[in-house]
């Protein structure tokens, strides 16, 4: 990988290697967990590796770093060989160095997502997309209540397609029972 890292990039690279827990997950998890949701972390064989499953939900949350995900990107329309990155935004500023790296390289990550999400959704999950900036302190509430609407909203429309018994009770749908907070990847 060419050294033409911004310091936050080199950063954000450097948290990711000293811990799978970035802080912006973190974040997301705590809220969670405060809120009495639980949910199971890393769930192999899941597409994508979702960093949050909710089965209870049948919701995968990822929560993506805006530069490596290109939060906001247009990178499909750009022109790689030329080295013009179309349509930067607020929180994912493609290096003018070696530009044509970076769009080639975010660009492959927002084409794995996609397929990821679509595997998902085609295997009835609702997939959760929160990202890094809309975790900062002031928009994290806003942005939790958001996705606890559409946990909701999701878990209803699903609830009422198989509810022909409506007392039925899965086995997934029960809550998950453990107390010890570390087992939900957060520190309280
Ligand atoms: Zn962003």
């Given at each position: 990988m060419p050294d033409t890292m911004t310091p936050q990039q080199r950063h954000y690279c450097m948290s990711r290697i000293r811990s799978k827990d970035t802080t912006p997950e973190k974040r997301v998890r705590r809220w969670l967990w405060r809120h009495g949701y639980r949910y199971r972390l890393?769930?192999?064989?899941?597409?994508?590796?979702?960093?949050?499953?909710m089965r209870k939900y049948r919701t995968a949350i990822f929560v993506n770093g805006c530069f490596w995900h290109g939060?906001?990107?247009?990178?499909?329309?750009?022109?790689e060989k030329s080295g013009i990155s179309a349509g930067d935004s607020a929180c994912c500023k493609i290096p003018k160095t070696n530009s044509e790296f970076w769009v080639a390289k975010i660009r492959r990550n927002q084409e794995r997502d996609r397929k990821n999400y679509e595997i998902l959704s085609e295997n009835g999950w609702q997939v959760i997309v929160v990202w890094e900036c809309q975790l900062k302190p002031k928009t994290l509430e806003q942005t939790m209540l958001q996705v606890e609407i559409q946990l909701h909203n999701f878990y209803l429309k699903t609830f009422n397609r198989r509810?022909?018994?409506?007392?039925?009770?899965?086995e997934e749908n029960l809550p998950m029972v453990a107390e010890d907070p570390e087992e939900y990847g957060i520190d309280l």
């Open positions: 890393n769930v192999k064989g899941v597409p994508g590796k979702p960093d949050i499953v939060h906001g990107v247009q990178l499909g329309i750009g022109n509810s022909k018994s409506y007392i039925r009770i899965e």
